[in-house]
T-cell receptor, first 111, second 115 residues
Framework: NAGVTQTPKFQVLKTGQSMTLQCAQD?????MSWYRQDPGMGLRLIHY???????DQGEVPNGYNVSRSTTEDFPLRLLSAAPSQTSVYFC??????????FGAGTRLSVL | GENVEQHPSTLSVQEGDSAVIKCTYS??????FPWYKQELGKGPQLIID?????GEKKDQRIAVTLNKTAKHFSLHITETQPEDSAVYFC??????????????FGKGTSLLVTP
């Protein structure tokens, strides 16, 4: 039982490049979400999904796309990376008691 | 939307002392208040939570109190140990089965416990 698995752990991009951050869960939770964490800012919600085929925007969605084709996977796409997207990204799931479980994070630098 | 304020941003205590972190929230409809601990290089982990129908909850050295009228909640750690050193986040949410209600996080408190 791995919980929430994020890949890659580290990534360096050049401005304008695209990439996908992967998130997979084996807890069969319907709700999944992506947060970004910046120094002194806490965690801010980017996008979330309440089930396969359903996604919605969070607090800071600009520059990010998501899709949810299966219960297990919730990838986050950066179409054209910008230095402002340098951050640590966390994927999380939530159970029916509203308890959230976080992955270990992806540390992204955009040069 | 919900706004969660957390204080202090840094806290240094001696081993064995108590540590208290306080949070306030703005949305009176929020009814779920978790606390997360984040160690260096890791994701946040839930350490304790409280729901709005309860005023206090304890789990060994950790306790959380909730004052719904004042819209604030606090984390209390007693008999602190060096391994308690981490960043602690409070959060607030409206719970609901399969709802879109997200966790709104405070900005975190960096706790340092010195031997």
């Amino acid at each position: 039982n791995a919980g929430v698995t994020q890949t890659p752990k580290f990534q360096v991009l050049k401005t304008g490049q695209s990439m996908t951050l992967q998130c997979a869960q084996d807890m069969n939770h319907e709700y999944m979400s992506w947060y970004r964490q910046d120094p002194g800012m806490g965690l801010r919600l980017i996008h979330y999904s309440v089930g396969a085929g359903i996604t919605d925007q969070g607090e800071v969605p600009n520059g990010y796309n998501v899709s949810r084709s299966t219960t297990e996977d919730f990838p986050l796409r950066l179409l054209s990376a910008a230095p402002s997207q340098t951050s640590v990204y966390f994927c999380a799931t939530r159970n029916f008691k509203n308890i959230q479980y976080f992955g270990a994070g992806t540390r992204l630098s955009v040069l | 939307g919900e706004n969660v304020e957390q204080h202090p941003s840094t806290l240094s205590v001696q081993e064995g002392d108590s540590a208290v972190i306080k949070c306030t929230y703005s949305d009176s409809a929020s009814n779920y208040f978790p606390w997360y601990k984040q160690e260096l290089g890791k994701g946040p982990q839930l350490i304790i939570d409280i729901r709005s129908n309860v005023g206090e909850k304890k789990d060994q050295r950790i306790a959380v109190t909730l004052n719904k009228t004042a819209k604030h909640f606090s984390l209390h750690i007693t008999e602190t140990q060096p391994e308690d050193s981490a960043v602690y986040f409070c959060a607030a949410s409206k719970s609901g089965s399969n709802s879109g209600y997200a966790l709104n996080f405070g900005k975190g408190t960096s706790l340092l416990v010195t031997p």
